[in-house]
C-alpha cells in the first residue's frame, strides 16, 4: 500500500518556466489538498478538492492552477515559475466522514527551487 | 478565521527529560484537534488526535487533551528520547469546512543523548 506518492522529489526550473507536479493516493480518498511549507510559515493550502472533477481555491491560490481528471490523482501546475514559489511541496488525501475528525495522509513532498 | 498559534521554537532537550509543546487555537464550531509529526526528509504524519471537548488523544508516550474552555491542546511526553526529534506541528480541522485543517507554524525538537 503506497499511499500517497509524489513526483518529482527535486526539480529546478528557472524564472517563467512551466511545470506539473503529480499526486497519487491508493486509498480510494475523496478528498485531496496542496500545500506549501515555507520556514517558519508552517503550512498553507494552496487548492484542494472534495472529488473528481471538482477543484477550490485555498489560502494561496496565486500563480498555482489544479486538475482531479481522476480520483487517484492531483495536480499542481505552475505556469510560469517565479522565485517566491520556491518551496517544498506537500499533498495530502483524506476520507469524509470520519467521526469528527479529518485525518490527512501526506506525501513525502517534493522540493522546488526557482532560479 | 480559523487560527492555531503554536510555542516558538527551536525546543532543545536532554535525553528523558520533560516535554510541552503548548497550542492554542481560534475557531468558528467546533473543531478535531490534531498533533503531525515530521522527520527530517520525510511528510507529514499524524501522531494524535482528539474529536471533542476534554479528549485525551496519545501515542507513542505522547498525550495532548483537549480543552475547550482554555482552547488548547497541549503535547507532553513525559521522558523524551533522540528518536524523538522532529518538526511538530498543531492543526485543527472542521467537517463542516470540506475537512480543510490549518496548521501551526511548528516546533523543532531537538533531543540530545
Known amino acids: 500500500n503506497a499511499g500517497v506518492t509524489q513526483t518529482p522529489k527535486f526539480r529546478v526550473l528557472k524564472t517563467g518556466q512551466s511545470m506539473t507536479l503529480l499526486c497519487a493516493q491508493d486509498?480510494?480518498?475523496?478528498?485531496m489538498y496542496w500545500y506549501r511549507q515555507d520556514p517558519g510559515m508552517g503550512l498553507r493550502l494552496i487548492h484542494y478538492?472534495?472529488?473528481?472533477?471538482?477543484?477550490a481555491k485555498g489560502e494561496v491560490p496565486d500563480g498555482y492552477n489544479v486538475s482531479r481528471l481522476k480520483k487517484q490523482n492531483f495536480l499542481l501546475g505552475l505556469e510560469s515559475a517565479a522565485p517566491s514559489q520556491t518551496s517544498v511541496y506537500f499533498c495530502?488525501?483524506?476520507?469524509?466522514?470520519?467521526?469528527?475528525?479529518?485525518?490527512?495522509?501526506f506525501g513525502a513532498g517534493s522540493r522546488l527551487t526557482v532560479l | 478565521g480559523n487560527s492555531v498559534t503554536q510555542m516558538e521554537g527551536p525546543v532543545t532537550l536532554s535525553e528523558e527529560a520533560f516535554l510541552t509543546i503548548n497550542c492554542t487555537y481560534t475557531?468558528?464550531?467546533?473543531?478535531?484537534l490534531f498533533w503531525y509529526v515530521q522527520y527530517p526528509g520525510e511528510g507529514l504524519q499524524l501522531l494524535l488526535k482528539?474529536?471533542?471537548?476534554?479528549d485525551k488523544g496519545s501515542n507513542k508516550g505522547f498525550e495532548a487533551t483537549y480543552r475547550k474552555e482554555t482552547t488548547s491542546f497541549h503535547l507532553e511526553k513525559g521522558s523524551v528520547q533522540v528518536s524523538d526529534s522532529a518538526v511538530y506541528f498543531c492543526?485543527?480541522?472542521?467537517?463542516?469546512?470540506?475537512?480543510?485543517?490549518?496548521f501551526g507554524d511548528g516546533t523543532t525538537l531537538t533531543v540530545k543523548p
Open positions: 486509498m480510494n480518498h475523496e478528498y
Open positions: 495530502a488525501s483524506s476520507y469524509p466522514g470520519q467521526p469528527g475528525a479529518n485525518v490527512l495522509t
Open positions: 492543526a485543527l480541522s472542521l467537517n463542516t469546512n470540506a475537512g480543510k485543517s490549518t
Open positions: 482528539a474529536t471533542k471537548a476534554d
Open positions: 478538492s472534495v472529488g473528481e472533477g471538482t477543484t
Open positions: 475557531a468558528t464550531g467546533y473543531p478535531s
